[in-house]
Nanobody, 123 residues
Framework: QVQLVESGGGLVQAGGSLRLSCAASGRTFSSYAMGWFRQAPGKEREFVAAISWSGGSTYVADSVKGRFTISRDNAKNTVYLQMNSLKPEDTAVYYC????????????????WGQGTQVTVSS
């Protein structure tokens, strides 16, 4: 079993930055690839970014490429999402996920999810 807790969300003006954190517990954190997804009201949950178990490979969605960066610190059992140049369309609940059994960009691939943290970007 893996427990995930997101933090760092909040209200920010367009063009600003936030850093989200996802703290993992319950199992060996370094054994899992990790992903970030987001969901806005009335929309499906969508892929944002993912990182391999070692941190050596990262993947980001085209919609956030060049603005968002995913990283991990296995010693701290934490994965991060650095969000820069935020836009109103980035407004959503952001979820951390762990241990994909299929494609990293698919919601259905992940076994473990956090409760989410709200990010609101004002224009």
């Amino acid at each position: 079993q893996v427990q995930l807790v997101e933090s760092g969300g909040g209200l920010v003006q367009a063009g600003g930055s936030l850093r989200l954190s996802c703290a993992a517990s319950g199992r060996t954190f370094s054994s899992y690839a990790m992903g970030w997804f987001r969901q806005a009201p009335g929309k499906e949950r969508e892929f944002v970014a993912a990182i391999s178990w070692s941190g050596g490979s990262t993947y980001v969605a085209d919609s956030v490429k060049g603005r968002f960066t995913i990283s991990r610190d296995n010693a701290k059992n934490t994965v991060y999402l650095q969000m820069n140049s935020l836009k109103p369309e980035d407004t959503a609940v952001y979820y951390c996920a762990a241990d994909p059994s299929g494609p990293y960009y698919q919601v259905s691939s992940y076994d473990y999810w956090g409760q989410g943290t709200q990010v609101t970007v004002s224009s």
